[in-house]
């Protein structure tokens, strides 16, 4: 006791992940058990998600005790994640982490999956950071597009919304046109590995009319910018979903699309990740030309519209950083983009490690570690807030 050590538990969606962090930095373990069982629906199952969470949970708790080389009895607090997220898979989670606080006699600290994701990068980029007062967060996920302007108050940060997708998520498009085009689920990590191998200019995709429409927003430009404090950055990624299924149907891709399918899931790459060399050959073999090159357009201009977004808000609010988090943060084009458009704006950068930038408990953890300090602590009556909001 005493070593500032915390279990983090997370659930929130489609992974069950344990960790133990020290005082909010120091990552000793940092076990994911990613539920692949999905794959077969091209989505979140959520009654599937709670019986792979009940499934994973004692093992993989356990599992990130034995590799920080700890026990129950070195631990000083419990944190859990509190939402947003599906219900009964924030459920498994948080009734584990009330459970064994009352237990061990332990504090129990709700954490806001969101502010995890932040605490994903923050708690590895205190040195570039250090001399910043606000800071533009962008959170883009499976399940979330959110604009966050974090402000410093002492040891922690406050948030404020900014901006946030209108409709689909960021990763929720990725997935989506994975899908139009036959490819496995999740497909944000195959778009990105297959539009290395395409032609990003060869579709023109538009967001400017998109935004414009989507906020509902007809004032001139001049005058939208030098409006009031509250000037929002939302974004809107359903017409590109559309744009794509068009595209398809248009230039007569269903048939092939049809077949990519099942050649992948003949060949046992439904529930794979493209990860390897052989996964990848056997993918972009799979992947015409046509298609290699409408993945590549479509990733060069959601990227692009990321960027331009996350960097007018930096501007407006007078951001003097910015930081990406979120599964999306591991796009490879997404953070080259980013980190030339910091660079050229001479605004630090930072992204969370490649394995905190998808759901993870360490970042739980990490957040947990200001409200530790406070005595923040949850009551035994926590429970799930699937929209539960940040700032
Ligand atoms: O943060 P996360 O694990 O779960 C949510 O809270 O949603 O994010 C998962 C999302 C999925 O939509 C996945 O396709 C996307 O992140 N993703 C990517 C990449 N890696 C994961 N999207 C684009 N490029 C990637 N490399
Ligand atoms: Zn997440």
């Excluded at 979140?44 to 080389?69: G, Q």
């Excluded at 960021?170 to 046109?177: L, S």
């Amino acid at each position: 006791m005493g070593t500032g050590l915390i279990l983090g538990i997370e659930s929130s969606c489609d992974e069950t992940s344990a960790a133990v962090v020290r005082e909010g930095g120091e990552v000793l373990s940092n076990v994911v058990a990613s539920q692949l069982i999905h794959s077969n629906y091209g989505g979140v199952v959520p009654e599937l998600a709670s019986r792979e969470h009940l499934r994973a949970i004692v093992p993989v708790v356990r599992a990130a005790l034995e590799k920080a080389e700890k026990t129950y009895a070195d631990l000083d607090a419990i944190a859990v994640t509190e939402g947003p997220g599906l219900a009964g898979a924030l459920l498994v989670g948080i009734t584990f982490a009330k459970s064994l606080a009352f237990g061990l006699e332990l504090p129990l600290i709700a954490v806001n999956h969101l502010e995890g994701h932040i605490h994903a990068v923050l708690m590895d980029a205190a040195s570039e950071f250090a001399q910043a007062s606000a800071l533009l967060a962008l959170v883009v996920s499976g399940g979330h597009t959110h604009l966050y302007l974090a402000t410093r108050d002492g040891d922690t940060w406050r948030y404020r919304n900014v901006g946030k997708t209108l409709d689909d998520a960021a990763g929720e498009a990725f997935d989506k046109a994975a899908k139009l085009l036959g490819l496995p689920y999740p497909g944000g990590p195959w778009m990105d590995a297959l539009a290395a191998h395409g032609d990003p200019k060869a579709v023109p995709f538009s967001f400017a009319q998109i935004k414009e429409k989507a906020t509902g927003n007809t004032a001139p430009k001049l005058a939208r910018e030098t409006s009031s404090d509250d000037e929002r950055f939302d974004l809107s990624f359903s017409g590109i979903k559309t744009a794509v299924r068009r595209y398809v149907e248009v230039h007569g891709m269903a048939g092939r699309v049809a077949e990519r399918e099942k050649l992948l899931r003949d060949n046992g790459l439904l529930t794979t990740k493209p990860g390897n060399a052989e996964t990848l050959a056997l993918a972009l073999a799979f992947v015409d030309d046509q298609t290699r090159n409408l993945i590549a357009s479509f990733q060069a201009s959601v990227t692009a519209y990321l960027t331009r977004t996350l960097f007018a808000a930096a501007a407006r609010y007078g951001a003097q950083g910015v930081l990406v988090s979120g599964g999306v943060a591991a796009n490879s084009e997404l953070r080259r983009r980013m980190t030339a458009e910091a660079e050229r704006r001479k605004l630090p950068i930072a992204f969370p490690a490649i394995s905190l930038s998808t759901d993870n408990a360490a970042m739980i953890a990490a957040a947990a570690w200001p409200k530790f300090v406070h005595k923040q602590f949850a009551g035994s009556t926590l429970e799930p807030v699937p929209q539960l909001r940040l700032g």
